[in-house]
Every structure is written in C-alpha cells, then in structure tokens.
C-alpha cells in the first residue's frame, strides 16, 4: 500500500504559484520523497526527490518537514500545462526502492 | 537523452493473439520496469529487470511474459490475454534499481483486447 496521503484536487490560478502538500507520517530514516506528475495520457514524468533536505531544480522546489512526516511540491508560476495528476511517492530500502503510488492529486490550474 | 521509447503506441488485438510490447532506452541505464496503468487508476508495478535479470514479478499471470536482451530494451510478449488486461502499459528506467534513482518513462502502449 502507498505510504502517503494527498488531497485528491486542487485548483490553481495561472501564474501563482501551486503548493501541493503531502503525508507520510510512517516514513523511515532510508526512505525519499519522490515527486510525479502525469499529464493525459502520457507516461509519468519525474519532478524532484529528497531524503532530508530541501531541493530545488529548473520545475519545482522540494520542502520536507523537520521530522519528515510531511512535504510540500512548489510549482513557482504554474501554467494551463502544468495541469496533471501529481503523485508523491515515499521509497527506499523497505519497498526494495520500487516506486508504491497512491491515487495522486489532481491538479487544475485555471487562466 | 533523457528518453524511453515504446512501441507501437497502440495496439489491438483478440484473445488468441500473440504479440509483444518493446521499450528502448539509451541512457545507459541498468533498471527497467513493466508497470501497468487502468484508466483513472495509478500505474501498478508488474516486473523490474537489474543487470538484465528479472529481479521482482509481482505476481503477473504468465500470459504477460517479459524479456530483457539487453541492457538497452525490454520487452513484454502477450498470449492469450483477456479483456481486462486493456490498459496502458508503461516502460521506465533508471541508473539502477537501488539507492533513490529516478525512473523516467516512455509514453507508453495503449492496450487494447477484444
């Protein structure tokens, strides 16, 4: 079973920024946080991942909690393109590094 | 090149058909993944090949058959599939399949059995 729990939609405006938050309370010391998104249609796309730090990279930024039971993907100025399911994914050592996906979030963005 | 090549991007076939799904990959990575994905549903991991081997099945009937020749393609022979195995059947890859690698994955072959 998926180790995480996202809303399952949310709206956003164009070029404000989409906060999508993410929990995974049972995660463990070994475990990252992996971000996906999948537009209509097409195969996943890979975001960003994280162990214990922020990251950030040229699509979106990467906040994990203190105490990594929680996370939060910024999409800094959202597009009508950047309307997708988004998943978050806990994985490491425990699930063999493979990849469990829960339902995701929808994410709309609206001109 | 970031990119996993699927073909074809359709394909339809009846219940006494044999066919096969191939994905290709030139990144020189060492992991490559089957995952299937129903309609409104998230992808559902089905086969991880490491180093050419088969390294995890999740239980998949033996109608679905993967094959890995190289470190650069994998692919899926179907046989005798039936209609609830329409679907979206993903490829991906990664560096390999340990240590927190990001999989990235072809756009994938819609299914579809009569």
């Known amino acids: 079973d998926a180790k995480t729990t996202q809303p399952p939609s949310m709206d956003c405006a164009e070029g404000r920024a989409a906060n999508l938050p993410c929990n995974h309370s049972?995660?463990?010391?070994?475990?990252?946080v992996y971000w996906y998104r999948q537009i209509h249609s097409q195969g996943p796309q890979y975001i960003i991942h994280g162990l214990k730090n922020n990251e950030t990279n040229e699509m979106a930024s990467l906040i994990i909690t203190e105490d990594r039971k929680s996370s939060t993907l910024i999409l800094p100025h959202a597009t009508l393109r950047d309307t997708a399911v988004y998943y978050c994914?806990?994985?490491?050592?425990?699930?063999?590094?493979?990849?469990?996906w829960g339902a995701g979030t929808k994410l709309i963005i609206k001109p | 090149d970031t990119e996993v090549t699927q073909t074809p991007k359709h394909l339809v076939m009846g219940m006494t058909n044999k066919k096969s799904l191939k994905c290709e990959q030139h990144?020189?990575?060492?992991?490559m993944y089957w995952y299937k994905q129903k309609a409104k549903k998230p992808p559902e991991l089905m086969f991880v090949y490491s180093y050419e081997k088969l390294s995890i099945n999740e239980s998949v009937p033996s109608r679905f058959s993967p094959e890995c020749p190289n470190s650069s393609l994998l692919n899926l022979h179907l046989h005798a599939l039936q209609p609830e195995d329409s679907a979206l059947y993903l490829c991906?890859?990664?560096?390999?399949?340990?240590?927190?690698?990001?999989?990235?994955f072809g756009p994938g072959t819609r299914l579809t059995v009569t």
């Open positions: 049972t995660i463990s010391g070994n475990e990252y």
């Open positions: 994914i806990v994985s490491g050592e425990g699930s063999n590094y493979q990849l469990i």
């Open positions: 991906a890859s990664s560096r390999d399949g340990t240590g927190g690698y990001e999989q990235y």
């Open positions: 990144m020189g990575h060492r992991a």
